[in-house]
């Protein structure tokens, strides 16, 4: 298993999985405020 570091760089892995839970966390958020349910935004009286 450790050689697989030996073809990865390290560090673009790490910004690759940063950026990719960035766009999922968004993702998920967007598509939470479109619903009336959950978006909590628009509150009670919005």
């Known amino acids: ?3 697989i ?3 990865v760089d390290v ?3 790490l910004v ?4 990719f839970l960035a766009v ?3 993702t998920i ?5 479109s619903t ?8 009670v009286g919005g």
Request: net charge positive; hydrophobic share 50%.
């Open 1 to 3: 298993m450790h050689k």
């Open 5 to 7: 570091w030996h073809y």
């Open 11 to 13: 560090r673009r892995a």
């Open 16 to 19: 690759g999985l940063h950026v």
């Open 24 to 26: 999922l966390a968004f």
């Open 29 to 33: 958020h967007f598509i939470l405020l």
């Open 36 to 43: 009336e349910k959950y978006n909590w935004l628009g509150g």
